[in-house]
């Protein structure tokens, strides 16, 4: 059964540093891994889609990649900003199409 | 904007009373759509996967007669709580993709807050 773990489960940062969220799954059967961004009561913005074949995508200031050997991918966000105060959630595309397995989310807040 | 809507974006029923929730592909036919529930700071958890013109396909632990989805035309999917109770009480959020097949990006509504009391 696979399983899709985020580490941390809530940051706290200053702004203009640099950060790194994690995310492990434990099946590398999968098609692709994606990277979500959830602002408190709403819904899921896709940030960014790694397919199983690829190593890593960019997206202005985020960066994330994919070790699907490892089970390992993580997000980059380069000079954070408070509007990047979210819950960022990973998932991976797997068990069939479009079947998104999803972790608990790291919430992140950036302070001024 | 928005190419999947979700109705209604916030419920409060009584207990035993059902509940109805729209998901909506906008400006594309989707004959899948995707049923998740959340509880707070949990993850997301797919709940069924929503076929056009056929029955939904339920996760294990789902209860198919709790949660009634109709996927009646390709640009419309319900989800149905019924006989709802406080332990319904969640954050159920639809998507859609705009064609088949692996590695399509798809697209999440805004979630709809139920509240059961």
């Known amino acids: 059964k696979q399983e899709v773990t985020q580490i941390p489960a809530a940051l706290s940062v200053p702004e203009g540093e640099n950060l790194v969220l994690n995310c492990s799954f434990t099946?590398?059967?999968?098609?692709?891994l994606q990277w979500f961004r959830q602002d408190p009561g709403k819904g899921l913005t896709s940030l960014l889609l790694?397919?199983?074949?690829?190593r890593e995508q960019t997206s202005g200031r985020l960066n994330a990649s994919l070790d699907k050997s490892s089970g390992r991918s993580t997000l980059y966000i380069a000079a954070s900003q408070p509007g990047d105060s979210a819950t960022y959630l990973c998932?991976?595309?797997?068990?069939?199409?479009?079947?998104?397995?999803f972790g608990a989310g790291t919430r992140l807040a950036v302070h001024p | 904007g928005a190419v999947v809507s979700q109705h209604p974006s916030r419920v409060i029923c009584k207990s035993g009373t059902s509940v109805k929730i729209e998901c909506r592909s906008l400006d594309f036919q989707a004959t899948t759509m995707f049923w998740y529930r959340q509880f707070p700071k949990q993850s997301l958890m797919l709940m069924a996967t929503?076929?056009?013109?056929?029955?939904?396909?339920?996760e294990q632990g789902v209860e198919k007669d709790k949660f009634l989805i109709n996927h009646a035309s390709l640009t419309l999917s319900t989800l149905t709580v019924t006989s709802a109770h406080p332990e319904d009480s969640s954050f159920y959020i639809c998507?859609?993709?705009?064609?088949?097949?692996?590695?399509?990006?798809?697209?999440f509504g805004n979630g709809t807050r139920l509240t059961v009391t």
């Open positions: 790694i397919q199983s074949s690829q």
């Open positions: 929503s076929n056009e013109g056929s029955k939904a396909t339920y």
């Open positions: 998507s859609a993709n705009r064609r088949e097949g692996p590695n399509s990006p798809l697209h």
């Open positions: 099946d590398s059967a999968i098609y692709n």
């Open positions: 998932a991976v595309e797997s068990g069939g199409y479009n079947k998104l397995i």
